[in-house]
């Protein structure tokens, strides 16, 4: 038996026995190690689902996780036992339209770690040992110790919503919210060449994680008057925050001609905004969602950038789930809270 951090419903975190998986063909056994507790996983926590996607059974939540190669099934191969994996979340179908258009990142059929959007839901990988395909699984690049590594599923979404927004090279970027996602994308707007990163947020201990991961300007949203604002207008926005709040602020302060790019996913329903500003403006907004080849990218950017390792705030042991749950949803207190399986 493992030990494994499930939600059986809003508010109803466990930590449970489950049984040592047996590895299908074509399956992979890792031996988890780290995993980051991702905003989806506090939702599903809070409030019984993501969205749309609601708890219909018990779910095994997680899926920024990293581990060892423990072996695998029939007709899989990759990585020798005992080599540090990340595992990338995602299974696209690679035969829907968008598989086909290169574009795995929206498959309309795609199979995702810890999720309920489909019933029976996709268990994640919060448990001491975990069976997935086994092209899911990516060696870590020299020097790449798994506690950092943990931070890549995350990354790569933050480098997919960079990607989105095209050349930042010499740009002015503003990024609204500073939570673990976007202190990562400020990460993958130095990375891609950005001049200036303006990130605001309402709490300040947040931007102290966004000043270490590469801001170069530290708003605080609620203040009119805080002379870090800019002082015209910028190139690139990307709204991370998920609130329309922050998406209406990337409008209002974004160029003529210029690109928001919303990453973080906003309530269900409508979302006010200043749309006039899209047209007298020609302004362009695209939506950014998950990743695809980007999570290789992450990888080789975490091996480079040892600093960002500064953006895990706590580690808690997975007996400890509910607390280190707790711990995560604090921005006052935390940034990136794993869980730990196992020892080293």
């Known amino acids: ?47 019984g689902g993501v969205g749309d996607f609601r708890l219909s059974e018990p779910m095994v939540l997680g899926h920024e996780v990293v581990g060892t190669v423990v072996g695998y099934g029939e007709g899989a191969s990759g990585p020798a036992p005992g080599t540090p994996v990340a595992v990338h979340p995602a299974t696209p179908c690679g035969v829907c339209p968008e598989c086909a258009d290169g574009r795995a990142n929206v498959c309309r059929d795609t199979r995702y770690l810890g999720s309920a959007a489909r019933t029976p839901h ?3 990988g919060f448990a001491g040992r975990i069976a997935v395909p086994a ?14 590594a943990a931070l890549a599923e995350p990354l790569a979404v933050g480098l997919h919503a960079v990607r989105r927004a095209g050349d930042l090279k010499g740009r002015h970027v503003l990024v609204t919210g500073a939570g673990p996602i976007g202190c990562l994308v400020v990460a993958a707007a130095r990375a891609a060449g950005a001049a200036r990163i303006t990130v605001t947020d309402l709490l300040p201990r947040a931007l102290e994680f966004a000043a270490s991961a590469g ?54 329903g409508q979302s006010p905004i200043a ?68 020892e080293e």
């Open 1 to 47: 038996m493992v030990l494994g951090c499930v939600i059986h419903g809003q508010g109803d975190l466990r930590v449970d026995e489950l049984p040592e998986p047996t590895p299908a063909p074509g399956q992979a056994v890792v031996a988890i190690r780290y995993g980051g507790i991702c905003g989806s996983d506090l939702h599903y926590h809070r409030h």
């Open 122 to 124: 996709v268990q994640g």
């Open 135 to 148: 092209e899911q699984l990516r060696a870590l690049p020299e020097g790449l110790e798994l506690r950092r």
């Open 215 to 268: 801001a170069t300007a530290c708003v605080r949203a609620d203040d009119p008057a805080d002379p870090n604002w800019p002082d015209g207008e910028v190139d690139v926005a990307i709204e991370a925050s998920g609130v329309a709040a922050g998406l209406d602020t990337c409008v209002r302060l974004i160029r003529r001609g210029g690109v928001v790019v919303q990453l973080g996913m906003l309530p269900p």
């Open 275 to 342: 749309g006039n500003l899209l047209v007298s403006r020609e302004i362009e907004v695209r939506g950014a969602f998950r990743f695809h080849a980007e999570f290789d990218d992450a990888l080789r950017l975490l091996a480079a950038e040892p600093s960002l390792e500064s953006l895990i705030s706590a580690v808690r042991p997975v007996r400890e789930s509910v607390d280190a749950f707790a711990l995560a949803a604090d921005r006052s207190r935390s940034c990136k809270v794993l869980l730990e399986f196992g």
